[in-house]
């Protein structure tokens, strides 16, 4: 029996993807809501989901999962409706516009016992899952530095110029490219390297081609465990060459075009990717169908959005902030 998903929302850049990704399931999509009636409509038209009211929406018979994928200011009034179901939601990423937003959106899934997910499909890279193996082995002895990156050229090419315009109105997505790109790695950082102490950071309009919109940042991070972190993302970038970079007393680890370990003695070598696995909605789509699944928490995902706010604080205000 094909899963049944409630669509609530169809703002967000990854709406074609998720639908295709339902598609693939052979999943139902039980109806579409947005408060955008022509988008709603142009969606309803590519899927055959027919359009509804939120409540009717919501309160479809046999509901296994409910699909956020507005603009993310939207995000808390949604999840507060959605979760007095009870069912499973993802929420597309960032959880809220702000961290308070997400410390919000995470207090409403904790007290309703409702099954979080976020996209935070990097996680379940076979890159990702490599340098966990080695953090877990101890391969890098004492880590000291991390520096990741997730830079495309939307702002050069103009994705943002129409359908997703939002995107790059901070009013509404409450972050800029910095904020858009970076909570992927930033949620990696958290991950592999634990709670953080401080940050700092600065922003750049770019090419100004969106008003009062960051096009690309750079953020310093302290961890509690002493490991320093840069975080490089971006609307601005021709190419992001070199994704990942673990410095330790004993290894250094660089996930570039290949994935590469050097040892005490300097040299590179690749080395073999562990498996990857289903994250992001993948990872959400398997948990309904029964399937074994590694999920994020609204809890992590708080804490995520909780740091970037205090990243564009910090760097607004030429500042360190202390979390």
């Given at each position: ?23 693939e ?12 009636a022509?988008?709603?409509?142009a ?15 919501l ?10 994928c ?5 995000h ?13 939601v993802f ?39 490599t ?9 890098f002895?004492?880590?000291t ?5 997730n ?5 050069l090419?103009g ?34 390297f ?29 961890f ?15 190419a ?44 959400f ?19 995520r ?9 910090a760097?607004?205000?030429?500042k360190w902030i202390?979390?």
């Amino acid at each position: 029996m094909s899963l049944r998903i409630a669509f609530v929302g169809t703002a967000h850049i990854h709406t074609p993807g998720f639908l295709n990704a339902l598609k693939e399931r052979d999943a139902t999509l039980v109806g579409i809501w947005d408060h955008d009636a022509p988008r709603a409509a142009a969606n309803s038209e590519k899927t055959g989901a027919p359009m509804m009211a939120l409540d009717d929406l919501l309160t479809q018979p046999n509901l296994d999962g409910i699909i956020i994928c507005s603009e993310t200011n939207r995000h808390p009034e949604l999840v507060e409706a959605a979760v007095k179901l009870g069912k499973p939601v993802f929420v597309e990423k960032p959880m809220g516009a702000s961290g308070k937003d997400s410390q919000k959106i995470a207090r409403l899934f904790e007290e309703s016992g409702c099954v979080f997910q976020t996209g935070y499909f990097s996680r379940g890279m076979a890159q990702t899952q490599t340098l966990r193996k080695l953090l877990a082995e101890k391969a890098f002895g004492t880590v000291t530095r991390v520096r990741m990156s997730n830079c495309h050229s939307g702002a050069l090419g103009g994705w943002f110029d129409t359908d997703w315009r939002w995107m790059a109105d901070r009013e509404k997505s409450g972050v800029g490219a910095f904020g858009d790109l970076g909570t992927h790695v930033l949620d990696l950082m958290l991950w592999c390297f634990g709670e953080v102490e401080a940050v700092t950071g600065t922003l750049s309009m770019g090419t100004a081609r969106y008003e009062g919109c960051d096009e690309y940042g750079e953020a310093l991070i302290k961890f509690k465990s002493g490991v320093i972190g840069t975080l490089a993302a971006g609307w601005n970038d021709v190419a992001d060459p070199v994704r990942v970079q673990v410095c330790g007393t004993e290894a250094h680890f660089i996930w570039g075009s290949e994935v590469k370990v050097a040892g005490e003695d300097g040299k590179f070598a690749e080395v073999e990717l562990a498996p990857g696995v289903p994250a992001g909605l993948n990872s959400f789509l398997d948990h309904l169908e029964g399937k074994p699944a590694e999920l994020v928490t609204a809890a992590e995902a708080a804490e995520r959005d909780r740091v970037m706010s205090a990243i564009y604080e910090a760097a607004e205000a030429s500042k360190w902030i202390k979390l």
